[in-house]
């Protein structure tokens, strides 16, 4: 049958045809959907663990187990799995294992631009990229069967481009292939270091027997050109715009499996035309390959190493005439991201914004508060960076600091990577104060659960950590909730905790305004009598306030009653619109 899919979805529906029985994964934009689409279909169990590493390891062991599985996370989430990556490569596997990971260039969603592909080459792990997604199904089901020859794990990289375009797909029954037993093997599976000297070279020689694959692979194909003065090696979305410029224009060596590189293929290629451009996002990472084959090409002295490519800058850099699009007559006013009205975070960095406090950030949606009117962040490095980012500039800055810095950290990126942080500061004592934003969701990346939330990737009850004891288990005497809504409350928590002298966490609970099944009171609205025009109301940055003949007003469509801005206004002008009110 044949059907119109995102290629996360035809990712998933891969896994699914495949056989697949295990995944665990940790949402990740724009890898999320893949998890997703997988948990849709009920043969396969389906997780979100609490971190990348976590998840690799779990999809090692169901390997181990002898059921194929999977795991799937964001390019700088291999980063948090890189750990076991490394080791599960000399380990190999016994069932199919598929790691799908998805790079961002342009950074969409991300707080760098790294290209996965050195990770396969590193790890020495053979990695496939699907161009559409039609090859995002396919390559899924052929990454297990390629796992289970090779005895390896098998990289897919995504893109945001692929992830999120839809292309038709051909879908298929889906065959469950014999298990494989389990059957103890100590000198494969226990990497201490007489073992894992021996397991190396069987590595390398992996590494080979790929490699003489990937030479006759159809998904390494070459498609013929009239005009041989130029020829083109590329892969993924930079396929997809070389073939919509040039067309039949050319020669083009399309690779679907980008290591290990099918070298004589390439060097075959390459001898066909007078000259070799490589068209690739980000690091010259094929280019470099061809040079060290000795073959002289052409590729970043063309294309830049950042952001994405496009129709248009190929066919520019191509030389090729190529329609341009038509540019509108009015300049569209720009948009900048904003948290959502209602957003518990709001109330929380007003506060932190008022007592002037450096707080260093981490990853999540109310990384927003670093923009204006809050103002608030100072410091976004990588998950779970807050607070270990806390602990070292207090330990450097003594009470210069401690009575003023704290960091904030979401419920989600705490289980994440935040606890490790939170334990240094309770052991190594630093004076810090520590805020998790527990808006109980993943919301940065739409609405996950996770191990604080009660409930499952299916939306089942599940087991809940209890974050206020988990930080006094950690050691911590001073654990306290707010509601980010109450100002006066937050206000008081901030001044006491950092005036404490000791370590301590402030909770600042408050369901996301977007979940669905929170009940929000009625809208505000404003009294023009008693407006004065002050503006107090818009140092929250709500963008259900705008200001209109001097007056506040209020969107009606976007408020949620929260009453933020009614304990701004000096004059009380904002009322409930609820009836009898």
Not at 188 to 215: D, Q, S
Not at 411 to 431: C, E, I, K, R
Request: aromatic share 6%; hydrophobic share 40%; proline share 6%.
């Amino acid at each position: 049958m044949k059907k119109l899919m995102l290629g996360n979805a035809a990712a998933a529906r891969g896994l699914y045809e495949a056989g697949c029985a295990v995944v665990s994964s940790y949402p990740g934009t724009p890898s999320t959907e893949i998890t997703e689409e997988a948990a849709k279909y009920d043969e396969i169990y389906c997780e979100w663990a609490p971190n990348e590493k976590v998840a690799m390891e779990t999809a090692f062991g169901a390997s181990l187990a002898g059921k194929r599985s999977f795991c799937g996370m964001k390019h700088v989430g291999l980063n948090v799995a890189a750990d076991p990556l490394f080791t599960v490569s000399y380990t190999g596997v016994n069932a199919g294992m598929v790691i799908a990971v998805a790079d961002d260039p342009g950074m969409h969603s991300s707080q760098n631009e790294q290209d996965s592909r050195h990770y396969a080459r590193a790890a020495k792990i053979p990695m496939l990229e699907p161009a559409d997604s039609a090859e995002a199904l396919a390559f899924a089901k052929l990454a297990y069967d390629l796992s289970e020859a090779f005895d390896t794990p098998v990289l897919l990289k995504m893109c945001t481009r692929v992830a999120h375009s839809q292309s038709v797909v051909e879908t298929s029954d889906r065959i469950v292939p014999p298990e494989k037993p389990y059957q103890k093997n100590i000198a494969k599976y226990v990497m201490m270091p007489g073992n894992a000297i021996r397991r190396h070279p069987a590595v390398e020689e992996r590494t080979r027997r790929l490699a003489a694959w990937a030479e006759t692979a159809d998904i390494n194909r070459v498609e013929a050109g009239e005009d041989h003065a130029v020829g083109i090696i590329t892969s993924s979305t930079c396929y997809q715009y070389v073939k919509e410029v040039c067309g039949d224009r050319y020669p083009v060596l399309k690779l679907g499996m980008i290591w290990p590189l099918p070298a004589e293929k390439i060097r075959a290629f390459a001898a066909s035309v007078e000259k070799v451009i490589v068209v690739e996002e980000l690091d010259p990472f094929v280019e470099d390959q061809c040079r060290a084959m000795g073959i002289a090409v052409t590729g970043k002295a063309l294309f830049p190493p950042e952001g994405e490519l496009s129709q248009n800058i190929v066919a520019e850099k191509l030389g090729v005439p190529y329609a341009q699009g038509r540019a509108l007559d009015e300049t569209i006013p720009a948009r900048p991201p904003v948290m959502c009205a209602g957003c518990p975070h709001r109330g929380l960095f007003y506060t932190l914004n008022r007592n002037k406090c450096t707080v260093l950030g981490d990853i999540g949606c109310y990384t927003l508060g670093a923009v204006a009117p809050l103002s608030s962040i100072e410091m976004t490095l990588c998950m779970g960076a807050s607070i270990s980012g806390l602990h070292g500039f207090n330990k450097a800055l003594g009470k210069e600091s401690e009575n003023k810095t704290v960091c904030v950290i979401g419920d989600s990126t705490f289980m994440h990577s935040g606890m490790t942080g939170l334990a240094n500061v309770a052991y190594n004592q630093s004076n810090s104060t520590v805020i998790i934003l527990d808006n109980s969701i993943t919301g940065m990346t739409g609405h996950q659960q996770n191990p604080t939330t009660g409930y499952n990737i299916k939306g089942d009850p599940a087991g809940k950590i209890d974050l206020e004891s988990l930080c006094r288990a950690m050691g911590f005497n001073r654990v306290r909730v707010v509601d980010p809504y109450d100002l006066k409350a937050c206000d008081r928590a901030v001044k006491e905790e950092l005036a404490a002298d000791e370590p301590s966490v402030i909770i600042s609970r408050r369901p996301c305004a977007l979940l669905k099944y929170v009940r929000h009171k009625a809208p505000l609205k404003v009294s023009a009598d008693k407006c004065i025009g002050c503006r107090s109301c818009m140092r929250i940055g709500c963008p259900a306030i705008s200001i209109r003949e001097g007056k506040a007003r209020v969107d009606f469509t976007l408020c949620v009653g929260c009453g933020v801005c009614s304990q701004l206004c000096p004059v009380s002008a904002f009322e409930s619109t609820e009836k009898g009110v």
